[in-house]
């Protein structure tokens, strides 16, 4: 009797892991394929995709299903290895603790020495007739101080050792990155919306009360998660983790009006409204951040980021911020009339001099006034010179001048100013309009980023109401 060239893979053992990863059915056929012995395996193959789109997990449980007499496999995390020759000692050592080889090598240190040693292993040992060994790089365009020939090498480990089947996962393969013949390329891509209603239905929560069957809490979970995905995963997250942990922690939250008994599991739009501001908070995404008391309620409070922006930067970052503001939203020539001395031995403020007679025009037109409307663009210098003209009655124990950016003066504020804009810069609270172009450059142009309620908290955190200072 002839043993078949070509055999599918099993399909009980496909099947186990489909279940267990649902959504991904081609992926593990083509995966399948590729790996096992009696039906196409390769040299290489090449698996990407983003993060958290299952590419090592599935790849781990097909290579468990598929490990027997003839089949054998090693995973090398290349994330957890330091050098190149850390990589190079963990890849002997996993091998051979997978083919229970006793003589290991203590050190290897190139491509060439692992290549002997693997040699030794897989192609100059005894086999049973079909056996095939798979090395898996988990990660490995992650590895550090990698040299630029490491993924061609490794490539090549196949073609001397016939048996040997090199994957390589990556989250995204650079062009010619084996620098070799054709290599199979099978992509992981993200999950798709329905992909992700699927997935987390398959474990829907409990009965919300019990007077609702199980067919209403999952059609209602159903839609609350289409509204989850709608909400967060294109803004703020794409992975499946993250999308989880969300609707484990606003599930409660949604169906708090039906517990309450003033709504009914029917009425989906009704509870969508009432949740709307806890699907705004992209805060869920983290479960590393706990939530206050105060930010669990219905109504948002502005104060409280204004709060944490006060408490996190120093006093020299929320004068800048404040001095950013003021150049924002001050027209240019009232600059000489807020903040100069020359002539009057203190600034004046409420937008320019108090005497003098007021002109007087046939027909008067309402103004909006200038906090309402949007953020102009301003020079770095002028913001400066605002922070130098207002510094020193905002926090009189500041003292000294600016040099080169630096703050001469040794109380009161910080001493490197660039540092706080660089702070800024990262934080976005101020934009470099256009982009790109040197921090430092004082004839770049910026714009702030925030509101009037988060300016008004920051500037009352440091004794400073800045509508004082604002051109009505």
């Known amino acids: ?40 395996p390769c040299r ?25 007499d003839s089949f054998k496999h090693a995973i090398v995390n290349s994330i957890e290895c330091i050098t190149a020759r850390h990589l190079y000692e963990t890849v002997v050592g996993k091998v051979a603790a997978a083919v229970e080889w006793e003589a290991v090598a203590p050190r290897c240190e190139s491509v060439s020495q692992l290549t002997v040693e693997l ?42 050792i016939p048996s040997l089947t090199t994957l390589f996962i990556l989250t995204s393969p650079p062009p010619n990155n084996l620098l070799t013949t054709f290599t199979p390329n099978l992509h992981f891509p993200t999950y798709t919306k329905p992909e992700f209603i699927t997935i987390l239905s398959l474990s829907p929560p409990p009965p919300i009360t019990p007077s609702t069957t199980p067919t209403e809490t999952l059609d209602l979970y159903t839609r609350f998660l289409s509204a989850l995905h709608d909400s967060l995963s294109r803004p703020a997250s794409r992975t499946l983790p993250s999308l989880t942990q969300a609707s484990r922690t606003l599930w409660p939250k949604f169906i708090q009006p039906i517990l309450a008994r003033t709504h009914t599991v029917k009425e989906f739009s009704k509870l969508i409204v009432l949740a709307r501001v806890h699907f705004q908070d992209e805060s869920v995404l983290d479960p590393t951040l706990s939530l206050s ?41 009232s600059d000489l009339t807020l903040f100069s001395t020359f002539h009057h031995g203190r600034k004046r403020r409420r937008g320019g001099f108090t005497g003098g007679r007021a002109r007087k025009n046939g027909s008067q037109h309402r103004k909006i006034a200038r906090k309402l409307l949007g953020a102009h663009a301003f020079v770095l210098e002028r913001m400066l010179a605002i922070f130098m003209a207002v ?48 921090v430092t450059d004082l004839g770049g142009k910026w714009r702030v980023a925030v509101g009037w309620e988060v300016v008004r908290g920051l500037g009352r955190s440091v004794g400073v109401e800045v509508e004082e200072w604002l051109v009505e």
Request: glycine share 8%; charged share 20%.
């Open 1 to 40: 009797m002839t043993v078949p060239i070509f055999e599918l893979p099993d399909e009980l053992r496909l099947s186990l892991i489909t279940k267990q990863f649902p959504c991904r059915e081609p992926q593990i056929r083509a995966l399948a394929t590729l790996l096992n012995p009696s039906s196409a």
């Open 44 to 68: 290489n193959l090449v698996v990407y995709g983003t993060e958290a789109t299952g590419k090592s997990a599935i790849t781990t449980a097909l290579l468990a299903s598929l490990d027997g």
């Open 119 to 160: 040699s030794k292993m897989l192609k100059y040992t005894e086999r049973p007739d079909g056996f095939r060994f798979v090395l898996v790089f988990d990660g490995i365009d992650h590895q550090r101080e990698a040299p630029h020939t490491l993924l061609p090498a490794l490539a090549r480990l196949s073609e001397i």
């Open 293 to 333: 008391p105060s930010t669990t309620t219905t109504t948002p409070n502005p104060t409280i980021k204004t709060t944490d922006l006060a408490t996190l930067l120093p006093t020299t970052a929320r004068f800048l911020l404040l001095s950013a503001y003021l150049a924002s939203h001050n027209p240019t020539k």
């Open 391 to 438: 510094r020193t009655e905002w926090d009189p124990a500041s003292g000294g001048r600016i040099k080169n950016g630096i703050v001469e003066g040794e109380q009161g504020l910080d001493n490197d100013i660039y540092m706080s804009i660089a702070t800024l810069a990262s934080l976005r609270l101020l934009v470099k309009v256009g982009g790109g172009g040197d």
